[in-house]
């Protein structure tokens, strides 16, 4: 646990470097960040918004007062914490898969790498370290819950599941199965594990009740089902098995299964265990995408995790096996596994290379709508016009650069300000003022950006149309 420390400090280093980089949180960290602004003023409202996260919101809600440094000091430190935990998921990766890989250290070495790098190629992954999304900390909790186990730290571990599960729900059924068996397994720990059957329902139902009036309101949203959902498909259980497969690729399913085989051939029961966490997720989250969640790609993440371990056991024990017969057999399963997956991590790198042209432009246009703002005026005149809106992807920035809640943001307001990116239907369709009939007027143009108005004096007096 001591060396756990020194990495920590690293990762933490390191995602405060990243900032250096063009950074900005995106559509749900704002959310988080906005909400933890009203927790600290005592005015949480959650009717608009994204579901309700409870971690997310701890760290915000700290975070919230440092406001005086700098508006932008909130922001970038959750961007920190959530980058910390890309960083520990990528290092526990390597670490799981090295301690399941047996004796051997290069075996172990060769295991590990194959996990950590092929979890790079997570769906969306990129995008989720460069915008602050929840699930490579969720995943990083999990692997250290794992990590725990195995060292028979099971407290560290029931704690760490807990915390994933205040990222993503659909961890609620193994953090009960792991709860009921260290109840039994462990006597000692059954206070510690009926205070956390306590908190769990605490922190996800009663801060959205006090925000919105309805305990269960983050279910309610994460089943609204959006346009883009699967579960509105004619079959969307089928819909959701092959989101997964084009996510992930045939030839990490493969990886995942030799190393299933394997696990079974070496009766290694831990690694069967997780290989059954896979599969029971998958069933999950396929049964919730029938039952109306959209089947979003994140939250096949920790599938695609756990297929990254199993494949870098498969290979390494592949490679194993043939050297302990015939060392010129191992290398050459070495390279003919490396010539197979070639075309695979071609893709997956141009994959990398489109998400990190997506993240920059979702970065220059956030740049993009506080500029707008300022040659609007600044938050107190935008306020001052009425209730601003934008491009659905842009309102929880939007809310949190006007001091706005999220419901207000959302509200369709004919006489607030509208701020459009036309032409960019990927971050939100817009605003629907725009498409009801009537004149508008055009106040100000700064890149990407509009800033739209009715004709009325009192909206449009004293804001200069500009143009950069």
Not at 45 to 74: H, Q
Not at 262 to 271: E, K, N, S
Not at 272 to 292: C, F, K
Not at 313 to 327: D, E, H, P, S, T
Request: glycine content about 10%.
């Amino acid at each position: 646990m001591r060396g756990m420390w020194g990495i920590l400090i690293g990762c933490v280093a390191l995602a405060a470097l990243s900032l250096l980089l063009p950074s900005a949180p995106s559509y749900d960290p704002w959310a988080w960040i906005v909400w933890g602004r009203e927790v600290a003023l005592l005015q949480l409202d959650t009717t608009g918004g994204p579901s309700w996260k409870p971690l997310p919101v701890i760290f915000t809600a700290i975070f919230a007062r440092f406001d005086v440094l700098g508006e932008g000091v909130p922001p970038a430190l959750w961007l920190v914490v959530a980058r910390t935990g890309v960083l520990l998921s990528i290092v526990l990766a390597f670490k799981v898969t090295r301690r399941l890989a047996g004796p051997g250290r290069w075996t172990g070495l060769a295991a590990g790498s194959i996990a950590a790098l092929t979890l790079c190629f997570a769906p969306q992954w990129l995008r989720y370290a460069a915008h602050g999304n929840e699930v490579p900390m969720a995943v990083a909790l999990m692997l250290w819950g794992v990590d725990r186990h195995l060292d028979g730290r099971r407290a560290h571990a029931l704690v760490a599941v807990f915390l994933a599960c205040l990222l993503r729900p659909e961890v609620f059924p193994f953090l009960v199965l792991y709860g009921a068996w260290t109840w039994r397994a462990e006597p000692a720990l059954r206070s510690l594990t009926a205070a956390l059957a306590i908190a769990l329902p605490a922190l996800w139902l009663v801060p959205d009740w006090i925000g919105s009036g309805d305990p269960f309101g983050a279910g309610r949203k994460a089943s609204s089902e959006p346009s883009w959902s699967l579960s509105i498909r004619d079959q969307p259980w089928l819909a959701a098995l092959g989101r997964f497969h084009r996510l992930i690729g045939l030839p990490l399913e493969l990886g995942a299964l030799a190393g299933a085989g394997f696990a079974i051939a070496r009766r290694d029961r831990r690694t069967l265990a997780l290989a059954a966490v896979a599969a029971a997720w998958l069933a999950l989250v396929v049964a919730m995408t029938e039952a109306g969640f959209s089947g979003s790609a994140r939250y096949f993440v920790p599938v695609a995790v756990i297929a990254s371990i199993l494949t870098g056991l498969a290979v390494a024990w592949a490679v194993q096996a043939l050297g302990r017969a015939n060392v010129a057999a191992g290398a050459l399963a070495a390279v003919a596994i490396a010539v197979a997956v070639s075309p695979w991590l071609g893709d997956q790198l141009r994959g990398l290379d489109r998400q990190a042209d997506t993240s920059a432009e979702m970065v220059r246009l956030q740049d993009g709508l506080i500029d707008a703002i300022a040659s609007a005026g600044g938050p107190e005149r935008v306020v001052a016009a009425g209730t601003p809106t934008v491009n659905r992807g842009f309102m929880t920035r939007l809310a949190w650069e006007t001091g706005l809640s999220l419901a207000h943001v959302e509200a369709i307001d004919d006489e607030g300000l509208v701020f459009t990116t036309p032409g960019r239907p990927m971050w939100g369709r817009p605003p629907p003022q725009l498409e009801l009939p009537g004149p508008h007027r055009v106040l100000v143009r700064t890149g990407a950006w509009q800033v739209i108005a009715e004709p009325p004096p009192r909206v449009t007096a004293g804001l200069a149309t500009t143009a950069r």
